[in-house]
Protein backbone atom coordinates (compact mmCIF):
# COMPACT_ATOMS: atom_id res chain seq x y z
CA UNK A 1 0.00 0.00 0.00
CA UNK A 2 1.18 3.81 -0.58
CA UNK A 3 0.12 6.82 0.59
CA UNK A 4 0.22 10.01 -1.81
CA UNK A 5 0.51 13.56 -1.28
CA UNK A 6 0.34 16.33 -3.77
CA UNK A 7 1.80 19.85 -3.26
CA UNK A 8 2.71 23.01 -5.75
CA UNK A 9 -0.30 24.10 -6.47
CA UNK A 10 -1.46 27.68 -6.71
CA UNK A 11 -3.04 30.60 -8.41
CA UNK A 12 -0.33 31.59 -11.76
CA UNK A 13 -0.93 33.82 -14.18
CA UNK A 14 -1.18 32.65 -18.09
CA UNK A 15 1.59 31.80 -19.83
CA UNK A 16 3.18 30.61 -16.00
CA UNK A 17 4.95 27.71 -14.56
CA UNK A 18 4.24 25.63 -11.57
CA UNK A 19 5.34 22.29 -10.26
CA UNK A 20 3.54 19.79 -8.89
CA UNK A 21 5.33 17.13 -6.53
CA UNK A 22 3.68 13.47 -5.45
CA UNK A 23 5.58 12.11 -2.57
CA UNK A 24 4.57 8.93 -1.98
CA UNK A 25 4.87 7.10 1.61
CA UNK A 26 6.32 3.11 1.53
CA UNK A 27 9.31 1.49 0.33
CA UNK A 28 8.66 0.23 -3.22
CA UNK A 29 7.73 3.46 -4.77
CA UNK A 30 10.20 2.20 -7.86
CA UNK A 31 7.13 -0.64 -8.13
CA UNK A 32 4.55 1.40 -8.99
CA UNK A 33 2.95 3.13 -12.57
CA UNK A 34 2.66 6.67 -11.94
CA UNK A 35 -0.61 8.98 -13.23
CA UNK A 36 -1.05 12.69 -12.99
CA UNK A 37 -4.47 13.42 -13.47
CA UNK A 38 -6.46 16.69 -13.35
CA UNK A 39 -10.90 17.59 -12.94
CA UNK A 40 -12.14 20.99 -13.48
CA UNK A 41 -15.71 21.58 -12.36
CA UNK A 42 -18.08 19.97 -14.21
CA UNK A 43 -16.04 17.45 -15.89
CA UNK A 44 -14.73 14.27 -15.64
CA UNK A 45 -11.49 13.50 -14.33
CA UNK A 46 -9.04 13.42 -17.16
CA UNK A 47 -5.38 11.87 -17.66
CA UNK A 48 -3.00 14.73 -18.30
CA UNK A 49 0.19 12.24 -18.26
CA UNK A 50 1.93 9.02 -16.44
CA UNK A 51 5.77 7.11 -15.99
CA UNK A 52 6.30 3.56 -15.90
CA UNK A 53 7.77 2.56 -12.85
CA UNK A 54 11.45 2.77 -13.88
CA UNK A 55 10.88 6.54 -15.70
CA UNK A 56 12.13 4.94 -18.74
CA UNK A 57 10.84 4.25 -22.22
CA UNK A 58 7.67 6.45 -23.61
CA UNK A 59 5.88 9.11 -21.40
CA UNK A 60 2.88 9.41 -22.58
CA UNK A 61 0.95 12.73 -22.30
CA UNK A 62 -2.69 13.87 -23.14
CA UNK A 63 -2.88 16.11 -26.11
CA UNK A 64 -3.75 19.15 -24.40
CA UNK A 65 -0.59 19.27 -23.08
CA UNK A 66 2.40 18.14 -25.13
CA UNK A 67 5.06 19.81 -25.45
CA UNK A 68 4.63 22.39 -22.27
CA UNK A 69 4.13 19.82 -18.97
CA UNK A 70 6.87 16.66 -18.31
CA UNK A 71 6.37 14.10 -15.51
CA UNK A 72 8.95 12.72 -14.29
CA UNK A 73 9.93 10.65 -11.00
CA UNK A 74 12.83 10.35 -8.25
CA UNK A 75 12.52 6.75 -7.38
CA UNK A 76 14.83 7.62 -4.40
CA UNK A 77 12.80 10.41 -3.30
CA UNK A 78 9.76 8.24 -3.70
CA UNK A 79 8.32 11.52 -5.60
CA UNK A 80 7.15 12.03 -9.07
CA UNK A 81 6.66 15.72 -10.80
CA UNK A 82 4.69 17.57 -13.24
CA UNK A 83 6.43 20.49 -14.26
CA UNK A 84 3.59 22.94 -16.02
CA UNK A 85 4.84 25.64 -18.50
CA UNK A 86 2.73 27.99 -20.64
CA UNK A 87 -0.24 27.79 -18.07
CA UNK A 88 -3.49 28.45 -20.27
CA UNK A 89 -7.00 29.29 -18.13
CA UNK A 90 -8.53 25.71 -19.18
CA UNK A 91 -5.45 24.00 -17.13
CA UNK A 92 -7.62 25.27 -14.18
CA UNK A 93 -8.26 22.10 -12.29
CA UNK A 94 -7.41 19.92 -8.83
CA UNK A 95 -5.00 17.77 -9.92
CA UNK A 96 -4.39 14.14 -8.80
CA UNK A 97 -1.62 11.86 -8.62
CA UNK A 98 -2.44 8.35 -9.09
CA UNK A 99 -0.38 5.00 -8.59
CA UNK A 100 -0.68 1.15 -9.08
CA UNK A 101 1.74 -1.57 -9.14
CA UNK A 102 -0.13 -3.91 -11.41
CA UNK A 103 -1.33 -1.67 -14.10
CA UNK A 104 -1.13 -2.94 -17.75
CA UNK A 105 1.12 -0.03 -19.15
CA UNK A 106 0.61 -0.42 -22.51
CA UNK A 107 -3.21 -0.24 -23.06
CA UNK A 108 -3.94 1.38 -19.37
CA UNK A 109 -1.96 3.87 -18.40
CA UNK A 110 -4.84 6.62 -19.19
CA UNK A 111 -7.34 4.81 -17.65
CA UNK A 112 -8.32 6.47 -13.88
CA UNK A 113 -10.10 2.96 -12.60
CA UNK A 114 -6.66 1.46 -13.18
CA UNK A 115 -5.18 3.10 -10.56
CA UNK A 116 -5.48 2.20 -7.13
CA UNK A 117 -4.04 4.70 -5.14
CA UNK A 118 -5.01 8.31 -5.06
CA UNK A 119 -3.66 11.78 -3.03
CA UNK A 120 -5.81 14.36 -2.20
CA UNK A 121 -5.36 16.77 -5.14
CA UNK A 122 -3.96 20.10 -5.48
CA UNK A 123 -5.66 22.63 -6.75
CA UNK A 124 -4.31 24.79 -10.06
CA UNK A 125 -5.67 27.99 -11.04
CA UNK A 126 -4.18 29.90 -14.33
CA UNK A 127 -5.93 33.56 -14.03
CA UNK A 128 -6.21 34.79 -17.83
Known amino acids: QVQLVESGGGLVQAGGSLRLSCAAS????????MGWFRQAPGKEREIVAA?????????PYANSVKGRFTISRDNAKNTVYLQMNSLKPEDTAVYYC????????????????????WGQGTQVTVSS
Open 98 to 117: AADQRLTWATNWHKSNEYAY
Open 26 to 33: GRTFSSYA
Open 51 to 59: ISWSGGGVT
